[in-house]
């Protein structure tokens, strides 16, 4: 199935450093969320966007919905051996556009891996 | 948000049997979703599980091989049926909030071992 493509795939940054990802699309979307996978866990709703240039942030978290609609960006600030994990972007067509069957499905981001050096 | 759990978190199966997840969302939530992911991978939907209709599948994946079950609008199960190493993967279930924001959430996984 479709999906979106994130960048960088994974980054090694140490303890303190800010970290900036993206995900990007070739159509436009409506929604994006972002979420945290933890080894052995299911992930995790980070933040969520519902319009164009919209920033919103959740504690060290900031993610911005693109203003084309075809990309979004999540940056943690002063990173923390806790941040480790997976970082997954979502985002949803316009209902009618690339859901025929009228359900509101998401579109996946390859993720970014990140590992935080102490 | 919604608070999803999974039966069983883990298991490990023999070739050809069959192994059945439930899934168990805390509030009634308008669609629920099953899907697969590669340790390390990102994740591939399966199928949306319908209320008191059969499942839409996704390209690649068949009623007959993944039975779905959603018998009412908090809970729903999953068969992998006659089982391959292949098979072996986390398996998600995942509910959207419903209303005007849709959030979706995911329970914590069940992760099949095929041998």
């Known amino acids: 199935g479709q999906q979106l493509n994130q960048s960088p795939q994974s980054m090694f940054i140490q303890e303190g450093e800010d970290v900036s990802m993206n995900c990007t699309s070739s159509?436009?979307?409506?929604?994006w969320l972002w979420y945290k996978q933890d080894p052995g866990e299911g992930p995790v709703l980070l933040i969520a966007?519902?319009?164009?240039?919209e920033l919103t942030s959740n504690g060290r978290l900031t993610a911005q919905f693109g203003i084309t609609r075809k990309d979004s960006f999540l940056n943690i600030s002063a990173s923390i051996p806790s941040d480790v994990g997976i970082y997954f972007c979502a985002g949803h067509p316009p209902l009618g556009i690339g859901s025929a069957s009228g359900t509101y499905k998401y579109i996946f981001g390859t993720g970014t891996r990140l590992k935080v050096l102490a | 948000s919604a608070v999803i759990s999974q039966k069983p978190s883990r298991d490990i199966c023999q070739r050809g049997t069959s192994l059945t997840i439930q899934c168990q969302v805390d509030?009634?939530?308008?669609?629920m979703f099953w899907y697969r992911q590669q340790p390390g991978q990102s994740l591939t939907l399966i199928a949306t599980a319908n209320q008191g209709s059969e499942a839409t599948y996704e390209s690649g994946f068949v009623i007959d091989k993944f039975p779905i079950s959603r018998p009412n609008l908090t809970f729903s199960t999953l068969t992998v049926s006659n089982m391959s190493p292949e098979d072996s993967s986390i398996y998600l279930c995942?509910?959207?909030?419903?209303?005007?924001?849709?959030?979706?959430?995911f329970g914590p996984g069940t992760r099949l071992t095929v041998l």
């Open positions: 509030s009634q939530v308008t669609m």
């Open positions: 995942s509910s959207l909030a419903g209303g005007v924001i849709y959030e979706q959430f």
């Open positions: 159509s436009i979307f409506n929604t």
């Open positions: 966007l519902y319009k164009a240039g």
